[in-house]
């Protein structure tokens, strides 16, 4: 079974950045579409960015012009790097794996970013 670690959050002032990373227990995407999700406390966990087995990625609005998701192949690593980041950004972000044909999906158990204004 495939695990997937997050790493990275933590506490940053508005406008700030922070890059989460998500490594897996082993080498998985080119099977796996890859995607950063969110939630915040009392709301619905949502998608952030994804990048698929391709090498396409696409964002939430929110995300879009600040946020960027990236892999690194060789170490079985998807970035999230989170430029000018506001108080609503605040939540626990969650790394998925989504395999590309069964439809198999695997979490990681989080890391928070908080945002302070």
């Known amino acids: 079974q495939v695990q997937l670690v997050e790493s990275g959050g933590g506490l940053v002032q508005a406008g700030g950045s922070l890059r989460l990373s998500c490594v897996a227990s082993?080498?998985?995407?080119?099977?796996?579409?890859m995607g950063w999700y969110r939630q915040a406390p009392g709301k619905q966990r949502d998608l952030v960015a994804a990048?698929?087995?391709?090498?396409?990625?696409n964002y939430a609005d929110s995300a879009k012009g600040r946020f960027t998701i990236s892999r690194d192949n060789a170490k079985n690593t998807v970035y999230l790097q989170m430029n000018s980041l506001k108080p609503e950004d605040t939540a626990v972000y969650y790394c998925?794996?989504?395999?590309?044909?069964?439809?198999?999906?695997?979490w990681g158990k989080g890391t928070l970013v908080t945002v302070s204004s």
């Open positions: 998925n794996a989504n395999h590309r044909i069964s439809g198999i999906s695997i």
């Open positions: 082993k080498s998985i995407f080119s099977m796996y579409n």
């Open positions: 990048i698929t087995s391709g090498g396409t990625t």
